[in-house]
């Protein structure tokens, strides 16, 4: 049996939060460049993984509602913030790859969840401004009860949605707890682009080197490394590198690097 559906109307959908805080559920949200997986604690992120028939290795990503959360969250330098404020304050979808703040991992990952949402270095990709249906319910349960929200995209690993519901594949569509349809929302983020040609993920940057430490600061010097790398190209490219050169004299692009 297929999993109700709901019609995104432009306000939070409150049943969507009440499923997540019950524990253990999956939905299915519209975000700028599909549709996305979302869920909370360990069980939901085993559902997640079984429904994607997707490999344990990759971790999904935690989504931010606010740069509250996220400094909250993630350890990051001052350049870093800054790099993230300035796509929150242009509403750029953007995800970095960024060490967990001890204080934070230890108060707020939940029992066991720890290997399903972080990568070998015990690093994860920190998501912001990736769609308005998503926001809500994710800084809501922030606000609420400082709950977590995990994700991944929700197609048949390797597969894309297209931006559509109906792109999700029937193993998704009956595994999971709720539907939230918002074709027309994801259309509008890239509203001149074909099925083929709309980007179905966001930028990636990582901040962090081989073992999982934050880059040093680069203080306006040249030639430091390691160096920000972005690992992922995506809706938004050209603002993002834009923004990078403008805040960073050295940075790499080395895409599926993190992979």
């Known amino acids: 049996m297929s999993a109700k559906r709901v019609a995104w ?5 409150q049943e969507a939060v009440e499923l997540l805080d019950e524990g253990g559920k999956i939905i299915v949200s519209p975000t700028k460049v599909g549709y996305i997986i979302m869920t909370t604690d360990l069980a939901g992120l ?3 993984f079984d429904v994607k028939n997707r490999k344990r290795n990759k971790p999904g990503v935690v989504l931010c509602g606010s740069m509250e959360q996220l400094k909250e ?4 330098t001052p350049e870093i913030e800054k790099f993230y404020q300035l796509h929150w304050d242009q509403d750029v979808l953007m ?11 230890a108060k707020y990952i939940p029992e066991g969840a720890a290997e399903l949402m972080t990568d070998v270095r015990g690093t994860s990709c920190f998501v912001i401004r990736f769609g308005t249906p998503g926001e809500q319910i994710v800084a809501e349960r922030w606000e609420k009860s400082r709950a977590l929200s995990f994700a991944s995209s929700a197609n048949p690993s390797g597969q894309g949605n297209r931006g559509l519901v109906e792109g999700i594949g029937e193993r998704i569509e009956n595994g999971v707890d709720l539907i939230i349809e918002g074709n027309d929302y994801v259309a509008s983020i890239q509203p001149d682009a074909t099925p083929e040609t709309r980007y179905e993920q966001g930028v990636m940057v990582s901040f962090v080197d081989e073992d999982g430490k934050l880059v040093p600061e680069q203080h306006g010097e040249r ?3 390691p160096a920000p790398i972005l690992i992922r190209k ?3 490219l050209p603002q993002i590198l834009e923004n990078l050169a403008e805040c960073f004299n050295s940075w ?7 992979y």
Do not use: F, Q, S
């Not at 969250?73 to 990051?76: F, I, P, R, T």
């Not at 995800?95 to 991992?105: D, N, Q, R, S, T």
């Open 73 to 76: 969250l993630a350890e990051m």
């Open 9 to 13: 109307n432009g306000e939070l959908t």
């Open 234 to 236: 995506g809706v938004y």
């Open 252 to 258: 790499d692009y080395r895409h599926g690097h993190y």
């Open 95 to 105: 995800g970095c790859i960024l060490p967990w703040k001890e204080e934070a991992k």
């Open 46 to 48: 085993e559902r997640k």
């Open 223 to 225: 030639d430091v490394t």
